[in-house]
């Protein structure tokens, strides 16, 4: 309960390139234990594959990635989610032809024993309110709703980083705010590195904003300063400020 | 409530009827038909293997007969090289645990797709008939036994187990040995599917990324499916060799492998009870077309077979389930009105 300031994850020149596009480009970047920050950037601008990269899922052409001091790039995925991982992807990724209960818990079991998965079962579904939902196979799930049991599910571990590539796309009104007061309520206990589009709800959780363009990290600061930055805007913000105008 | 119900119940009606069936079938029907029904059995253990692989691990593989061939040859040679058919029983199906083991590692910690999977599968049985038929030279001898190339291998010595003496099995006793090993394959299966490793087993089939990304090494829970159904298959195999006491190249054949695709389809992927109803249904009917010659049989089954899918596109077994549930969830409602 003292000072969080540990860095959990740390990157240091991480890069990423597919045959001569180079897609994720030197990138530094050092999130603290308990911190909830944002990564925002234009489409394209390699948000999903600094989290690829992170995760293991694409191998990284250069740089280091440390979790808690401890290098990790060049595991397996599931190595490194065995280190305290967790990632919701941007395109959802669920066991569809399973129920909403199993899904969750085929994520406790990994590392708690049967009566702890029950517990945080139970847990998860009162955290996201879907408890009506528990039996309910997750492929025939709305959009958000299947959002919310992603998001239940890679929690269930209690990772201690979790990575959200673009959490509230398709979610609606009572789906949105019960997401960022979840987020809201979890930070300072689980580190998150969020991705967004929507500057409202960025506004509403973060607490520090990372800008990439084109791979490289364009801009760093709080959600007010990144705002008010007019290249930010330019690369980012452009379209919002032209329909305000 | 009611699916639970339902998921408990058909598995203890399947059980208790298998169990009847092992203690009074022998009393009541004849020798021959006894010795039928034994084929049933031992096809329906190799058809729940690969029920097995296919519906709770997604594993589907093109060159099932691989373990069975195998299962049947190594017994073969075992038993006739070995004074203990047992020991040669357990370590042919010991033979076809390594077999998947080894072609499973590369298979799965190479990372082959699933369409390369269903390839190399096929190519391997092929490998195997091929291999298997040119050994009819009278140098393809190991130990005692000649492997006879086409001509197969003749006069396989019959299991013997020491509850009976140590005699022969007779064909009543080979009947109930093997529906209880068919009745405890699928009882184990069918816990397995249940444990945490089965669990996780169906996610992976489900969708192999967020397995792996909820920290499961996706190739070892793939590697040991396919490790025991290969085992099971190749028990099956075995099974078949000392029934039929003679084993040849034809276990191995596409046919063999593209049967037993059919038997788990019609019977409905992800059931373990419906690839044997599957495998009684249409073996009888096969039999049944073979007496009338004056049709085509290849035909009518192929007919027959096109009709069932198309009808039952997720097999016979899900679709009665379907039926039942909704059964019982129809009489649930309506006594809530009622009551309500
Ligand atoms: N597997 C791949 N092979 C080749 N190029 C890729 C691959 N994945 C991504 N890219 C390219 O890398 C760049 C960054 O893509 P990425 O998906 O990381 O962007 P993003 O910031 O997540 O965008 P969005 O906001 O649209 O999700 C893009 O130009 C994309 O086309
Ligand atoms: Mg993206």
Same mark, same amino acid.
């Given at each position: 309960m003292t000072t969080t300031n540990n860095p959990l994850l740390v990157t240091k020149g991480l890069t990423k390139r597919f045959g001569g596009l180079?897609?994720?480009?030197d990138v530094n970047l050092s999130v603290s234990e308990g911190q909830l920050h944002c990564l925002i950037g234009p489409n394209g601008a390699g948000k999903s594959t600094f989290f690829k990269c992170l995760t293991g899922q694409f191998k990284s052409s250069a740089g280091i990635v440390t979790l808690e001091g401890k290098e990790v790039q060049g595991l397996q995925t599931y190595e490194i989610v065995q280190r305290g991982v967790g990632i919701k992807t941007q395109t959802p990724s669920l066991f569809d032809g399973l129920s909403v209960q199993e899904n969750i818990s085929l994520s406790a079991l990994r590392n708690q024993a049967s009566r702890q998965v029950v517990e945080t079962l139970e847990e998860m579904l009162e955290l996201f309110q879907i408890t009506h939902l528990t039996r309910r196979e997750v492929g025939q799930l709305a959009h958000g709703q299947r959002q919310l049991v992603e998001l239940a599910a890679v929690l269930a571990a209690k990772p201690k980083l979790v990575l959200l590539d673009e959490p509230a796309a398709g979610m609606t009104g009572d789906d949105r705010i019960r997401l960022i007061q979840t987020l809201r309520d979890l930070a300072g206990r689980t580190t998150f590195i969020v991705v967004e589009h929507d500057m409202q709800f960025i506004g509403d959780i973060a607490t520090g904003v990372t800008v990439f363009n084109r791979g490289r990290v364009f801009a760093e600061g709080s959600f007010d300063e990144i705002v008010a930055r007019s290249d930010v805007q330019e690369i980012y913000l452009g379209k919002e400020v032209d329909v305000a105008a | 409530m009611n699916r639970t119900f339902v998921n408990y119940l058909g598995p203890a009606i399947a059980v208790g009827s298998g169990i009847l069936t092992l203690i009074f079938a022998p009393l009541i029907l004849g020798f021959y038909e006894i010795f039928q029904l034994t084929q049933y059995v031992i096809l329906a253990i190799f058809a729940v293997s690969m029920a097995y692989i296919w519906?709770?691990?997604g594993i589907l593989s093109f060159g099932h007969a691989a373990v069975f061939g195998l299962g049947g040859y190594a017994y073969a040679v075992l038993a006739i090289n070995m004074d203990s058919s047992l020991l040669a029983f357990v370590l042919a199906i010991g033979t076809c645990g390594l077999f998947s083991l080894i072609l499973g590692y590369f298979i799965f910690y190479g990372r082959l797709n699933d369409v390369y999977l269903g390839v190399v599968t096929l190519v391997v049985a092929l490998i195997l008939w091929k291999l298997i038929n040119h /050994?009819?030279?009278?140098?393809?001898?190991?130990g005692d036994a000649r492997l006879g190339g086409f001509n197969g291998i003749p006069s396989i010595p019959v299991l013997e187990l020491p509850w009976h003496g140590g005699a022969a099995l007779d064909p009543i006793q080979m009947f109930r040995w093997f529906l209880g090993g068919l009745i405890a394959v699928y009882v184990a299966l069918k816990l397995l599917i249940q444990s945490k490793f089965g669990r996780i087993a169906i996610a992976t089939k489900e969708n192999e990324l967020r397995a792996t990304l909820l920290g499961y090494d996706v190739r070892q829970y793939k590697l040991l499916v396919f490790v025991i159904g290969g085992s099971i298959g190749g028990m099956a195999g075995a099974m078949w060799a000392t029934y039929q006491t003679f084993v040849d190249?034809?276990?191995?054949?596409l046919e063999v492998s593209a049967k037993v695709l059919i038997w788990v389809m019609v019977g409905g992927?992800? /059931?373990?009870l419906g690839p044997i109803a599957g495998v009684v249904l249409l073996q009888a009917l096969s039999i049944k077309l073979g007496e009338t010659a004056f049709i085509n049989n290849q035909i009518v089954l192929g007919m027959i077979l096109m009709s069932l899918v198309l009808v039952f596109p997720k097999g016979l077994l899900p679709s009665m389930e379907l039926l039942v549930t909704r059964f019982f969830d129809r009489s649930a409602a309506q006594g809530q009105g009622v009551s309500g």
């Open positions: 180079v897609a994720v480009n | 519906g709770f691990g /050994t009819s030279g009278p140098g393809y001898v190991i190249p034809n276990m191995f054949s992927v992800g /059931t373990l």
